[in-house]
Nanobody, 125 residues
Framework: HVQLVESGGGSVQAGGSLRLSCAAS????????MGWFRQATGKEREAVVV???????SYADSVKGRFTISKDNAKNTLYLQMKSMKPEDTAMYYC????????????????????WGQGTQVTVS
């Protein structure tokens, strides 16, 4: 039984930082593609950044240079470090896990991911 549990969301002022975590169980994060998606109110879910099993990454243009994805394979945990945050970053953020080793480059599609966390709200004002 695969479970993804996100944490680290919250409210922050514009220009601030947050770090999201996604703890995976029943799943080997080192072996597969994982990613972070977000969904703002009234909008479709979009890919923020994805990371292949080999560590290759693909970022949405809107977050390049501000967000950084990383994995701690020993802890089976995925992270998203967000800096210089903007009000347009406000959304529910979701961790996603695939059964493919390689990720489609962003934007990709949510349907390519087999497992999802419950989401964590990020609000930037």
């Amino acid at each position: 039984h695969v479970q993804l549990v996100e944490s680290g969301g919250g409210s922050v002022q514009a220009g601030g930082s947050l770090r999201l975590s996604c703890a995976a169980s029943g799943y080997t994060s080192s072996s597969f593609c994982m990613g972070w998606f977000r969904q703002a109110t009234g909008k479709e879910r979009e890919a923020v950044v994805v990371i292949d099993s080999d560590g290759s990454t693909s970022y949405a243009d809107s977050v390049k240079g501000r967000f950084t994805i990383s994995k701690d394979n020993a802890k089976n945990t995925l992270y998203l470090q967000m800096k210089s945050m903007k009000p347009e970053d406000t959304a529910m953020y979701y961790c996603a896990a695939s059964l493919w080793r390689l990720c489609s480059r962003v934007p990709g599609s949510p349907v390519e991911y087999n497992y999802w966390g419950q989401g964590t709200q990020v609000t930037v004002s």
